[in-house]
């Protein structure tokens, strides 16, 4: 760890130190239950952390789009990891011309180095252009439904169309189908 520092806050000092670095881009941070870490870079490439603070690179992440505010996006470690291994991420997926957010899948391995049975389980429509506002944050919902939060894509109007996922939340079951509810 390099600097600890203290700040003040409304539930007291806080101590901050860093435990890992030299990431490109880091956009999101998920635990496992045994403190290590994952963590997305938003050109695509996943991390794991171990509790010393060591980074090994996660093979078996899908191309991503990764221009303008485009890219890998967050990253969801759900209840049941410690059975499933399963993970989720969001990325910016190719969609002919131009990228939309996508919800993929995937089952980490034992030893942390790779993800394996991939499987994109939503993605938004089509027809937004630009590169920018994907969004995305994904969450676990008590009956294990997931919350997956779509940006605009910087067409403002389009958020108002209910025909298009353009700043969204979606609830989706983990296996990407509607629920019953």
Known sequence: CLEVRALDSSAGTLSVKQVAGGFDGPWAVA?????????TERKGRLWYVDTKGHKTRIRGVPNVVAKK??????????RDFA???QIFFSYAKKQGRSAGTAVATARLSSDNVRLNDL????????????GRHF?????????G??????????DRLSAQARSRHNGSIVRIN????VPLD
């Open 31 to 39: 635990f496992l239950p045994d403190n290590s870490f994952l963590v």
């Open 69 to 78: 505010q485009g890219g890998l996006l967050d990253v969801m470690v759900p």
């Open 83 to 85: 059975l499933s291994r």
């Open 119 to 130: 499987e994109v389980i939503f993605e938004m429509t089509q027809g937004s252009t630009g």
């Open 135 to 143: 969004g995305s944050r994904i969450v676990e919902a008590n009956d």
């Open 145 to 154: 439904t997931l919350f997956v939060t779509i940006g605009e894509r910087g």
């Open 174 to 177: 983990k296996d990407g189908s």
